[in-house]
């Protein structure tokens, strides 16, 4: 009898539930078993096939069938050796050894102890950290579409999860075995929780946010950088009246208790209570170049990038904040539809710009700005820059595309209706926005190159986005070929310009390459304000890779701007050349390929 009242009581209650909510909750089983399917059938391609554990190798076939027919005929990446030279192995290693999870150790123990469960769940196979990662790459689709709803948008939150599932860099990333995943669904998650917190601040929704705001410290301890900022904004509260001073502080006791133990033991251990973070610095230092570098707290490592550079340490982490983590996303749509990614980014700058005016979008612009702090310091170490690292970001951004073309089309009619007052005052802050950014474009990449040499240090000059004021006369546009940027020289004589702060002898450092690396030699005469300083013969070397060196004497210079000349003996059509550049019309006449120069001071 009673279980004839529990499933009268449950009809009746769905049959209470609007028919909207129900077909979104089913929309989003529908992005996540598509998501899964896509990211199986990535991990049989990748690392497959298995045979253990029994349940995953039974799963193959299902999968392999299912993506032919219902998936596009993504080349993925054969690995016959998987986990190999990266932290993914080190995970597996860990997870077997942990004894206590929080005991003190060289990384946080919430990727560690989540690949344990999932080597329990595998017979002790390594597939388990891949699994796990994919785990948490699910759960973040989850957490998105959550954050939608907490906006007020559940359809720009189902649209950003679907986005996010079906992204090819997510998904290639997705099954590699890392921790960014895990992190991701926290960031996401308690960017849900404290703003649901900050709409109605319960004590219900309090310990959510103290349990969320744990399991992220417990991924990276970093998420400090969120979290603090975070706790003190919502604490001041929408009306000043009542400030949640209760409930935040609720949130952060819970949260201080779930991430005090492993701070402790690391404390005892080690003495030092956030060796999670600082025994990561001698990795960075080491990559950076510095001879036998010590072991330095974050803190530290970050003050010194101001102390000695402050300019070019600002202009790092403006980069990592608010140019590169935006800049990098959006390719793996494209593979999908193409433009698709171009579409959505634009319609994301002009969310994050809307959410200025939006006191929920202030709140997940604070969130997002303080949780890329941590990688904006280090993403221009080798291997600091990767696609995974700010796969958080991304769920942000999606979110703001779809959510700024809800309200378009929810708007639309009242743009007709606007006053002056109100239009001019969203084009003051854009028209301040694009200000700030065009002189943050031209001016800083100058102000660094001036840093580096007055301080005599190896000033860089990257052919990129922000290369227009050292490339003069003669250059094709950026062409991008695979993971390198670089410009062709469209011109016989093409000239640059070069930032020189003082009259010294200099030494440049070209990296090109000719078009035809078969054919006869490329020579090219170099000249510094028509003072010829040398003369290159471009050909094709494996083991200088087109690293060209060039002196020059300190009578060619003049402080200040510098003009630095390439005379090419001649030119190619980019079709007759050795490599193939879709980019380039194919008729086009070209000298060279430059990336880059560098100005070492002597």
């Known amino acids: 009898m009673y279980r004839v009242s529990a499933i009268l009581y449950d009809a009746e209650a769905m049959s209470?539930?609007?028919?909207?909510?129900?077909?979104?909750?089913?929309?989003?089983?529908?992005?996540?078993?598509?998501?899964?399917?896509?990211?199986?059938?990535?991990?049989?391609?990748?690392?497959?096939?298995?045979?253990?554990?029994?349940?995953?190798?039974?799963?193959?076939?299902?999968?392999?069938?299912?993506?032919?027919?219902?998936?596009?005929?993504?080349?993925?990446?054969?690995?016959?050796?998987?986990?190999?030279?990266?932290?993914?192995?080190?995970?597996?290693?860990?997870?077997?050894?942990?004894?206590?999870?929080?005991?003190?150790?060289?990384?946080?123990?919430?990727?560690?102890?989540?690949?344990?469960?999932?080597?329990?769940?595998?017979?002790?196979?390594?597939?388990?950290?891949?699994?796990?990662?994919?785990?948490?790459?699910?759960?973040?689709?989850?957490?998105?579409?959550?954050?939608?709803?907490?906006?007020?948008?559940?359809?720009?939150?189902?649209?950003?999860?679907?986005?996010?599932?079906?992204?090819?860099?997510?998904?290639?990333?997705?099954?590699?075995?890392?921790?960014?995943?895990?992190?991701?669904?926290?960031?996401?998650?308690?960017?849900?929780?404290?703003?649901?917190?900050?709409?109605?601040?319960?004590?219900?929704?309090?310990?959510?946010?103290?349990?969320?705001?744990?399991?992220?410290?417990?991924?990276?301890?970093?998420?400090?950088?969120?979290?603090?900022?975070?706790?003190?904004?919502?604490?001041?509260?929408?009306?000043?009246?009542?400030?949640?001073?209760?409930?935040?502080?609720?949130?952060?006791?819970?949260?201080?208790?779930?991430?005090?133990?492993?701070?402790?033991?690391?404390?005892?251990?080690?003495?030092?209570?956030?060796?999670?973070?600082?025994?990561?610095?001698?990795?960075?230092?080491?990559?950076?170049?510095?001879?036998?570098?010590?072991?330095?707290?974050?803190?530290?490592?970050?003050?010194?990038?101001?102390?000695?550079?402050?300019?070019?340490?600002?202009?790092?982490?403006?980069?990592?904040?608010?140019?590169?983590?935006?800049?990098?996303?959006?390719?793996?749509?494209?593979?999908?539809?193409?433009?698709?990614g171009r579409l959505l980014a634009a319609l994301a700058i002009g969310g994050l710009i809307a959410w200025l005016w939006q006191p929920d979008g202030r709140l997940l612009l604070l969130m997002l700005v303080c949780a890329l702090a941590p990688f904006s310091v280090t993403w221009t170490v080798i291997g600091g820059a990767e696609w995974r690292l700010t796969f958080f970001s991304y769920a942000f951004e999606l979110l703001a595309a779809f959510w700024f073309l809800e309200m378009l089309v929810r708007r639309a009619p009242r743009f007709w209706t606007l006053t002056r007052p109100q239009i001019l005052k969203p084009l003051v802050v854009v028209s301040a926005l694009v200000t700030v950014f065009a002189a943050w474009t031209f001016a800083m990449p100058y102000a660094v190159v001036r840093e580096a040499l007055t301080t005599g240090s190896t000033a860089i000059i990257p052919a990129g986005r922000r290369d227009a004021w050292f490339f003069d006369d003669g250059w094709s546009r950026l062409v991008r070929a695979g993971n390198v940027v670089s410009r062709f020289a469209t011109s016989q004589v093409a000239t640059a310009r070069l930032l020189l702060p003082e009259v010294r002898p200099y030494t440049l450092v070209m990296r090109i390459q000719p078009l035809d690396v078969a054919g006869p030699l490329q020579i090219v005469d170099v000249t510094v304000n028509d003072r010829a300083i040398g003369r290159l013969e471009l050909a094709w070397n494996a083991e200088r890779i087109g690293d060209y060196r060039l002196d020059v004497p300190a009578e060619a210079v003049r402080p200040g701007l510098n003009q630095l000349a390439f005379r090419s003996a001649r030119m190619v059509r980019i079709r007759d050349g050795s490599e193939s550049f879709p980019a380039m019309p194919p008729e086009e006449e070209v000298a060279f390929r430059l990336w880059y120069v560098s100005i070492v001071p002597r």
């Open 16 to 340: 209470r539930i609007p028919a909207s909510r129900l077909l979104t909750v089913a929309l989003l089983v529908v992005v996540l078993l598509y998501s899964a399917l896509l990211r199986f059938d990535a991990l049989f391609k990748s690392y497959g096939p298995y045979d253990r554990p029994q349940w995953l190798a039974a799963l193959q076939p299902a999968v392999t069938s299912a993506a032919s027919a219902l998936t596009p005929d993504f080349r993925w990446r054969r690995v016959k050796v998987p986990y190999v030279g990266g932290d993914p192995i080190n995970y597996l290693k860990f997870g077997r050894e942990m004894k206590n999870f929080y005991a003190a150790h060289v990384r946080e123990p919430g990727f560690p102890g989540a690949t344990r469960v999932t080597l329990m769940l595998t017979g002790d196979a390594d597939v388990a950290v891949s699994l796990t990662s994919i785990a948490f790459a699910l759960v973040t689709l989850v957490a998105t579409f959550a954050l939608g709803c907490a906006m007020g948008s559940p359809a720009a939150g189902l649209l950003a999860a679907a986005a996010l599932g079906i992204d090819t860099s997510a998904i290639f990333w997705s099954i590699g075995g890392w921790r960014d995943e895990m992190f991701a669904s926290f960031a996401v998650l308690n960017a849900w929780a404290w703003l649901r917190l900050a709409q109605q601040p319960t004590d219900r929704r309090a310990v959510i946010a103290g349990v969320v705001g744990g399991g992220a410290l417990l991924t990276r301890i970093t998420s400090l950088s969120f979290l603090v900022p975070t706790m003190i904004f919502v604490s001041i509260g929408r009306d000043p009246a009542k400030r949640p001073l209760r409930q935040v502080g609720i949130a952060a006791a819970i949260t201080a208790a779930l991430i005090a133990p492993f701070i402790i033991n690391c404390a005892i251990a080690t003495g030092d209570p956030l060796f999670a973070i600082d025994n990561h610095t001698v990795f960075y230092l080491n990559r950076e170049g510095t001879p036998d570098p010590s072991y330095t707290k974050a803190i530290d490592y970050t003050f010194d990038k101001f102390k000695l550079r402050p300019i070019t340490a600002a202009d790092t982490v403006a980069t990592g904040i608010f140019f590169y983590p935006f800049a990098n996303k959006w390719v793996g749509l494209d593979a999908w539809r193409s433009g698709l």
